[in-house]
């Protein structure tokens, strides 16, 4: 699980046209976005759903919910670390400006904020409104004097806007709450490669990533004893049947959380009960016995893979911190020297 995310990994470099400062991106607008996930993805075979189609307003506060649970630790452990190694990030990264990809309440935010004396901005990039007012907060007791922009757009467009406008400052991109996770292998790879032909030299790029762990550990985590986790899964087809005015009964689908060993990741899925034909919109939706729709890959990471990941990408990593109890990495990337002769991409 992780904040809403963009799959489109397309090269985030300088040369766009549109306003730092604006408050929409350019993507479809969130309720037919969402409509023509829903419909996509549940003609497919299997049936699927993104990850992103969880986060609506009621999503958002239940993952934030199943963040308290005693079961759920990235982000205590994270927030560990950021805490404990402030300082050696800080000095690592030495950033005059900071972006934030999904910066949720802006806790962690606030911390390696507070931590960077040269720091003069901070970009906060979320589609959520409600995350944007909450890590403003955060951000501005923390830091006072920071100025705070806001993107309410997507990670792509946000972070182009925000490269735009401070080039060739040195600058900290932030991935955290191992949102790296819910990208397919090839598309993760694809995001490094794009940030890595994004960034200047002098820039730094921060990914906070879960770590492999033993089997019932992921399953108490993404099928606690509370169901608050199911609750979480089960309200997309709430938010269907409120958008799209479609009949799911809520009764007749059952949460399941999948250990996937030989994938290395975590998936979840909703089980029909029973055969059943479920009216979308102008669209019948037909299931089998305990045919299943995936709402969910969270792939687990191991240390060195995140290291073989940043080589294969044009980045080396200049920094890892470990949280061995929980099972969780931070690591710090830095774009790997051209070669002479190669063209560069610098923002700016």
């Known amino acids: ?98 972006v934030e990809l999904g910066p949720g309440g802006g806790e962690k935010l606030a911390l390696v904020a507070a931590a960077c004396p040269r720091l003069k901005r901070v970009h906060l990039v979320d589609i959520s409104e409600r995350a944007l007012d909450d890590s403003a907060a955060a951000v501005a007791v923390a830091r006072p004097r ?37 990208y397919e292998p090839e598309d993760a790879a694809r995001l490094m490669q794009s940030m890595s032909a994004s960034l200047g030299p002098n820039d730094t790029f921060l990914l906070g990533a879960d770590l492999v762990k033993p089997e019932r550990e992921f399953l108490l985590a993404y099928d606690d004893p509370l169901g608050v986790t199911a609750s979480f899964n089960k309200n997309v087809l709430v938010r269907i049947n409120s958008e799209m005015g479609a009949d799911f009964d809520l009764g007749a689908f059952t949460h399941r959380a999948v250990w996937n060993a030989s994938a ?40 060195e893979s995140l290291r073989l990941l940043a080589a294969a990408t044009d980045f080396d990593a200049v920094g890892q911190w470990l949280d061995h109890d929980f099972g969780y990495a931070l690591t710090m990337f830095r774009r790997r020297p051209l070669r002479r002769g190669s063209r560069s991409t610098d923002h700016g």
């Not at 102008?282 to 709402?295: D, S």
């Open 146 to 182: 920071a100025q705070i922009i806001r993107h309410a757009t997507t990670f792509e467009h946000g972070l182009r806007q925000a490269l735009n406008r401070h080039a060739k400052r040195p600058t900290l991109v932030m991935l955290l709450g191992s949102t790296i996770g819910n």
């Open 1 to 98: 699980m992780s904040s809403p995310l963009l799959k489109s990994v397309s090269p985030v470099v300088a040369g766009s046209s549109e306003s730092a400062d604006s408050k929409t991106g350019p993507a479809a607008p969130a309720g037919a976005a969402f409509s023509d996930d829903v419909r996509r993805g549940l003609r497919e075979s299997p049936k699927c759903l993104p990850p992103r189609c969880l986060y609506d307003e009621l999503g958002s506060l239940l993952f934030e919910a199943i963040c308290r649970l005693p079961w759920y630790g990235v982000t205590r452990a994270e927030t560990a670390l950021l805490r404990d190694r402030r300082r050696e990030l800080s000095s690592l990264a030495n950033p005059q400006s900071i």
């Open 264 to 303: 290395s990741r975590i998936e979840m899925h909703l089980v029909s009960r029973r055969a059943q034909a479920v009216r979308v919109g102008r669209m019948t939706v037909r299931f089998k016995k305990n045919e299943t729709i995936r709402t969910e890959n969270s792939y687990k990471y191991q240390p």
